[in-house]
């Protein structure tokens, strides 16, 4: 049986990058799709107002009770505001554990082949070939 030259070393490691560049992208898909299904919900002005934010911090729903009439103009100005910035804070930080979890799972990701590697492997084929 014949031991393991360079170049097999130089194509596992290359498959290995390439299994783990796939792992990568697939977690990043994930990643987009979970951050797409995210969202934030907050009340305002005693659950008289309710808002709903998606991962990218869009409003997709604001609901006002009846009963929200009686208030101030100004009070359920500020409550509006202040359920709209909750549901977007909420939603944001969902969106960023799901993005600090795709970065962890890239973290692993090996060193590519730098150009000294490569100059000494062809340096290497030069002098087999003497």
Same mark, same amino acid.
């Given at each position: 049986?014949?031991? #393991?030259?360079?170049?097999?070393? *130089?194509?596992?490691?290359?498959? +290995? ?5 796939? &792992?990568?992208? /697939?977690?990043? +898909?994930?990643?987009?799709? =979970?951050? $797409? ?8 002005? $005693? ?6 934010? *998606? $991962? /990218?911090?869009?409003?997709? %729903?604001?609901?006002? *009770?009846?009963?929200?009439? /009686?208030? %101030?103009?100004?009070?359920? $100005?500020?409550? @509006?505001?202040? @359920?709209? /910035?909750?549901?977007?804070?909420? @939603?944001?930080? =969902?969106?960023? &554990?799901?993005?600090?979890? =795709?970065?962890?799972? =890239?973290?692993?990701? #090996? &060193?590519?082949? %730098? &150009?000294?590697?490569?100059? +000494? ?10």
């Amino acid at each position: 049986m014949s031991s #393991p030259t360079p170049w097999t070393d *130089d194509l596992e490691h290359l498959e +290995r990058i390439i299994r783990q560049t796939e &792992e990568v992208m /697939r977690g990043l +898909r994930q990643a987009q799709a =979970a951050i $797409g299904q995210v969202t934030g919900e907050a009340e305002g002005a $005693g659950g008289l107002v309710r808002v709903v934010s *998606d $991962g /990218r911090g869009r409003l997709t %729903d604001v609901r006002f *009770d009846p009963r929200v009439m /009686r208030l %101030d103009p100004g009070e359920l $100005g500020r409550e @509006a505001l202040r @359920a709209i /910035r909750d549901a977007q804070e909420s @939603a944001v930080r =969902a969106s960023e &554990e799901i993005i600090e979890h =795709a970065r962890e799972r =890239a973290a692993g990701f #090996p &060193e590519p082949l %730098d &150009e000294r590697f490569v100059r +000494r492997r062809v340096e290497q084929a030069a002098r087999e070939i003497e």
